[in-house]
Nanobody
């Protein structure tokens, strides 16, 4: 089975920066899509950013120009670089990978979540 481990969350001041990492383990043939979601208390989960195996990226309007998703396919790792952080970025952040295991079984894996708090 594919497992995702997230890291990099923590405290930041408004205007500051944080970079989240999401590393996959297991027998993986290919990761097609890498996504970052976030969920604030009392709010619905929202898609923040996504990256495809073809290199395209998309972002929520609320983070465009401030967040950047990247991937290291050799390491089966995704990153979310967050700059110019705002208090409204405070949330639990989750990574999600979809792809194929080495036995060609489709997988849809989620990270355990990492908390980001932006406050002065």
């Amino acid at each position: 089975q594919v497992q995702l481990v997230e890291s990099g969350g923590g405290l930041a001041q408004p205007g500051g920066s944080l970079t989240l990492s999401c590393a996959a383990s297991g027998s993986i043939f290919m990761i097609n899509g890498m996504r970052w979601y976030r969920q604030a208390p009392g709010k619905e989960r929202e898609l923040v950013a996504l990256s495809t195996s073809g290199g395209s990226t998309e972002y929520a309007d609320s983070v465009k120009g401030r967040f950047t998703i990247s991937r290291d396919n050799a390491m089966n790792t995704a990153y979310l670089q967050m700059t110019s952080l705002k208090p409204e970025d405070t949330a639990d952040y989750y990574c999600n990978f979809v792809g194929y295991e080495a036995n060609y079984k489709v997988f849809d894996a989620w990270g355990q979540g990492t908390q980001v708090t932006v406050s002065s």
